[in-house]
């Protein structure tokens, strides 16, 4: 669509909405109908070295606003995840390939994996809030942080994005060890949980979650506008969009794209065409040209 088209985090996109990880992108077939039907690009589903079952469930909760999970990053493992890529990729539009792991090496040779596989971004999920030794707990330390992703900027070929979480103290040191990114996103989920009274114990057979939907979009919004404002890193905004008053709403906090995932479950694929239509008559009314031109107008 004219007019909303965006460069972000080193990749065009024809639209400025990006399918977030996590939710249905595990499969080729879904990725690419979601973006023939108004998505700007895909993020796939995180991929580890090895496949993983997840938790058994309960896995998700339906909270106030939002939905708690506790997945426990199931994915096919990385080996079985480049059909996936090709059957996607057939919609002509960027995917971008998440990846967790531990180490920096294994970081590595995932993104290599993934390269050859032909995804147009690699995004780092530094931020997963319920996986041991993975995700949150490897983005909350800045030197490894840092370590993880100048390793991958000294050779890798295509853009690197690093998604943070909202559940530390400092985001600024974070963020600023992922510095060298093409893109910070954010945000993962927020760490939550719920409790079954009757029963008497945790809703999720994890115990504790990450919260996701509209319940967590003034969170994100204070992150990337706080980001941005202190760093001037280039940012993908997630956390609660549905509508295009919550993507303009994290345009002018400074994000240079934005993401939906949540939204999918309750308003369904049309949500990213419904967000198109929106941002592009409010850019004509407001005789607005591009996208870029709103970018952080709201810092102060
Ligand atoms: C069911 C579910 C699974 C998710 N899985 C992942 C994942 O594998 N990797 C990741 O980086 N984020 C994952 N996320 C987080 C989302 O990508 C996103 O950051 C978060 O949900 C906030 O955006 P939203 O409110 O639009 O959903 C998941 C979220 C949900 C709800």
């Known amino acids: 669509m ?5 460069k972000a985090g080193g990749i065009s996109l024809e639209t400025p909405g990006i399918l977030a990880s996590g939710i249905l992108d595990e499969n080729g077939y879904t990725m690419k109908r979601i973006l023939q039907e108004g998505a700007g690009g895909a993020v796939t589903k995180s991929i580890g070295m ?5 938790y058994v469930p309960p896995v998700v909760f339906e909270a106030h606003g939002g939905i708690i999970n506790a997945m426990g990053l199931p994915n096919p493992g990385i080996d079985n995840f480049g059909d996936e890529i090709s059957k996607a990729k057939e919609s002509s539009k960027p995917v971008i390939g998440s990846i967790f792991a531990s180490t920096p090496e294994q970081f590595m040779k995932l993104a290599e994996r993934m390269v050859d596989y032909g995804v147009s971004a690699i995004e780092l999920n530094l931020s997963c809030p319920h996986v041991r030794g993975f995700g949150a707990e490897v983005g909350s330390d800045p030197v490894l942080v840092k370590e993880i992703v100048k390793n991958l900027k000294g050779s890798i070929s295509i853009p690197i994005w690093s998604k943070l979480s909202p559940n530390v103290t400092d985001i600024l040191s974070i963020a600023s060890a992922a510095s060298d990114s093409d893109a910070i996103v954010l945000i993962n989920t927020v760490r939550a949980m719920a409790i079954d009274i009757y029963a ?4 999720l057979t994890n115990t504790y ?3 996701s939907g509209r319940a967590v979009k003034p969170i994100g919004l204070r992150l990337v506008y ?24 994290y ?3 400074g994000a240079s794209a934005f ?7 309750n308003h369904g694929r049309s949500v990213f065409n419904e967000i198109n239509e929106g941002l592009a008559s409010f850019m004509n009314e407001h005789n607005i040209k591009s996208l870029a031109e709103l970018r952080g107008v709201a810092i102060r």
Do not use: F, Y
Request: no cysteine; proline share 4%; aromatic share 4%.
């Open 251 to 253: 345009v002018m906090a």
């Open 50 to 54: 090895e496949e993983r079952p997840g």
């Open 259 to 265: 993401q939906v995932g949540t939204a999918l479950w």
């Open 2 to 6: 004219s007019g909303i088209s965006v």
């Open 200 to 203: 008497r114990m945790p809703v």
């Open 209 to 211: 979650g990450g919260l």
């Open 226 to 249: 706080e980001v941005k404002k202190e760093l001037g890193l280039e940012i993908i905004g997630v956390g609660g969009i549905s509508t295009w008053v919550d993507a303009m709403e």
